[in-house]
C-alpha cells in the first residue's frame, strides 16, 4: 500500500496541502469525486472533508458540492451559506437531521467561502433525507396549473392521500407511510406514475403554453415524489423483515441519475459529492452475503472522471443510530458503541499497524498488491473488495460524536 501521514487533515484552517498532494495520482482527469464516510454524524469525518473539500477545490478547481439531501433543502442551505449575516440561524434553514449530518462542515464552508473568495455551488442529489413528499407537493401545487391545469385536480388529490407522511427523517416517515391503508398507498403511486407518464406523453403540447423550463421542474417534481413513495414502501419492507434483495437501490439510482443530468448539462461542472461510503463505492453493498444495494457509484465507475475515497476509522468505538427513541426529534438517538472488531484481512487492520497511525490521519492509495477484503461500515464490517470499490481510503485515529448533533 501506498500510505502518506496527513498531521493536519483533522484542522482545516491550517491543513497543508502539499500533504494531501499524493492523492493527485487519483484525483487527476476526474468530474467527479466521492468523498465518503464510513458512519454519520463523526466529528473527524467532517473535519476531513472539509480539508479534503480544500484541496479539491484549491488544487483541482472542483466548483459544486453535491450533499445527501433533496433539491429543495439544498436550496435553503444555500441561501444560508451566501447569507452576508454571520450570526444568521442555521437551524431556521437545516432541519435536526441535515444539521447533524452537515453542521459542522457547513459552518466551516461559509466561513471558507467567505474568507477565501472561492465560490462553490450547493446541490442536493437526493430525495429528501427525511423521505417526506411534503416539500416538492407543495412546489407541485404551485407550478402544475401553468404547466398542465388538467391535472390540478389529481395532485391536489395526491397531496390529501400524503397528507400524513411527514417526518425529520426516514425512519419517523416511514412509520407514518406504513398507517396509511394497503389501498391509500397503491393509489398514491398510482396517481404519481400516471402524473409522470401523461406529462411525458403530451410534452409537446404542453410547451404551446408553458416554457421548457417549467415542464422541466414538474418533471423533476414528478420524478421525486415518485422515486420517494418507493423508497418509503422499501423502507417499511426492510423495517417488517419483508423486503427482497437489493431493494434499497432505488434511492442510489435516483442520486446516479441527478448527478448524471447535472453534469451533462454543465460541462465546466467538477462535483465533489459527500455521502456515505456506501452510496460512493463503485461495487455493491453486501452484509452477510446478501446483496444489499446497487450504489450511486457503481452506477457512476461506468465513467472515466468518477473517483471515490473512502473515510474510515481504527477507533474502538463509533457513533450508532439507536432506535427508536421517543424523545428525539429524528425518531433515534446517536450514542458511542462498540466498533467492530477488525478481522486480518479489514483495510483497518492493514492502516492500523503502520506506525504512526493511532495519532494522525493517513491517505492510503489504491488499488495495491494487498488486497483488503472489509471495511467498517457504521458499527458492522462489510465485506468488500476494498480495491474495486474505492481509489483511496483516509483513515482517523478514532471516530467521536459531532458536536452539531442534538439527537
Same mark, same amino acid.
Request: with cysteine; hydrophobic share 45%; aromatic share 6%.
Given at each position: 500500500m501506498q500510505v502518506f501521514q496527513i498531521e493536519t487533515l483533522l484542522r482545516p484552517h491550517e491543513i497543508d496541502l502539499n500533504n494531501l498532494g499524493s492523492l493527485d495520482s487519483v484525483i487527476r482527469g476526474s468530474r467527479i469525486v466521492g468523498v465518503g464516510e464510513g458512519a454519520h454524524f463523526v466529528s473527524e469525518f467532517s473535519l476531513a472533508r472539509a480539508s479534503l473539500i480544500r484541496y479539491l477545490v484549491e488544487r483541482h478547481f472542483f466548483n459544486t458540492i453535491g450533499l445527501e439531501c433533496g433539491a429543495i433543502q439544498a436550496a435553503r442551505l444555500t441561501e444560508w451559506i451566501n447569507s452576508p449575516d454571520q450570526d444568521c440561524d442555521f437551524q431556521q434553514f437545516a432541519g435536526p437531521l441535515t444539521g447533524g449530518l452537515y453542521g459542522t462542515l457547513l459552518n466551516w464552508l461559509k466561513d471558507y467561502i467567505r474568507s477565501s473568495g472561492h465560490q462553490l455551488r450547493l446541490i442536493g442529489i437526493d430525495l429528501p433525507n427525511t423521505l417526506s413528499p411534503k416539500e416538492d407537493l407543495v412546489q407541485l401545487q404551485e407550478t402544475i396549473q401553468q404547466v398542465d391545469p388538467f391535472a390540478v385536480a389529481r395532485v391536489d388529490e395526491l397531496v390529501r392521500l400524503l397528507d400524513p407522511i411527514e417526518g425529520q427523517s426516514a425512519v419517523m416517515s416511514a412509520s407514518t407511510w406504513g398507517g396509511l391503508t394497503s389501498g391509500e398507498r397503491d393509489k398514491a403511486t398510482a396517481i404519481i406514475?400516471? +402524473? #409522470?407518464?401523461?406529462?411525458?406523453?403530451?410534452?409537446?403540447? &404542453?410547451? =404551446?403554453?408553458?416554457?421548457?423550463?417549467? @415542464?422541466?421542474?414538474?418533471?423533476?417534481?414528478?420524478?421525486?415524489?415518485?422515486?420517494?413513495?418507493?423508497?418509503?414502501?422499501?423502507?417499511?419492507?426492510?423495517?417488517?423483515?419483508e423486503s427482497i434483495e437489493g431493494e434499497t437501490s432505488v434511492r442510489d439510482r435516483y442520486m446516479a441519475n441527478s448527478v448524471e443530468k447535472l453534469m451533462s448539462a454543465s460541462p465546466d461542472m467538477k462535483m465533489i459529492i459527500l455521502a456515505h461510503n456506501n452510496h460512493i463505492q463503485r461495487t455493491h453493498v453486501s452484509f452477510s452475503g446478501?446483496?444489499?444495494?446497487?450504489?450511486?457509484?457503481?452506477?457512476?465507475?461506468?465513467?472515466?472522471?468518477?473517483?471515490?475515497?473512502?473515510?474510515?476509522?481504527?477507533?474502538?468505538?463509533?457513533?450508532?443510530?439507536?432506535?427508536?427513541?421517543?424523545?428525539?426529534?429524528?425518531?433515534?438517538?446517536?450514542?458511542?458503541?462498540?466498533?467492530?472488531? +477488525? #478481522?486480518?484481512?479489514?483495510?483497518?487492520?492493514?492502516?492500523? &499497524?503502520? =506506525?504512526?497511525?493511532?495519532?494522525?490521519? @493517513?491517505?492510503?492509495?489504491?488499488?495495491?498488491?494487498?488486497?483488503?477484503?472489509?471495511?467498517?461500515?457504521?458499527?458492522?464490517?462489510?465485506?468488500?473488495?476494498?480495491?474495486?470499490?474505492?481509489?483511496?481510503v483516509i483513515c482517523t485515529p478514532q471516530a467521536t460524536k459531532d458536536g452539531q448533533v442534538c439527537f
Open positions: 406514475c400516471g +402524473l #409522470r407518464l401523461r406529462l411525458e406523453s403530451l410534452a409537446p403540447v &404542453i410547451l =404551446e403554453r408553458c416554457n421548457r423550463r417549467q @415542464l422541466q421542474k414538474v418533471s423533476e417534481l414528478f420524478r421525486a415524489v415518485e422515486y420517494t413513495l418507493e423508497a418509503l414502501r422499501g423502507m417499511k419492507a426492510l423495517f417488517d423483515g446478501e446483496l444489499t444495494a446497487v450504489p450511486m457509484g457503481q452506477h457512476l465507475s461506468d465513467t472515466e472522471f468518477y473517483r471515490a475515497i473512502a473515510l474510515t476509522h481504527i477507533g474502538p468505538t463509533v457513533p450508532e443510530m439507536h432506535f427508536p427513541s421517543a424523545a428525539s426529534p429524528v425518531g433515534f438517538s446517536v450514542e458511542s458503541a462498540p466498533a467492530a472488531d +477488525l #478481522r486480518a484481512d479489514s483495510i483497518e487492520q492493514h492502516i492500523g &499497524i503502520i =506506525e504512526g497511525a493511532k495519532k494522525s490521519s @493517513l491517505a492510503v492509495l489504491l488499488p495495491s498488491n494487498t488486497v483488503p477484503k472489509s471495511i467498517r461500515s457504521q458499527s458492522a464490517l462489510m465485506e468488500i473488495d476494498v480495491n474495486r470499490a474505492f481509489d483511496a
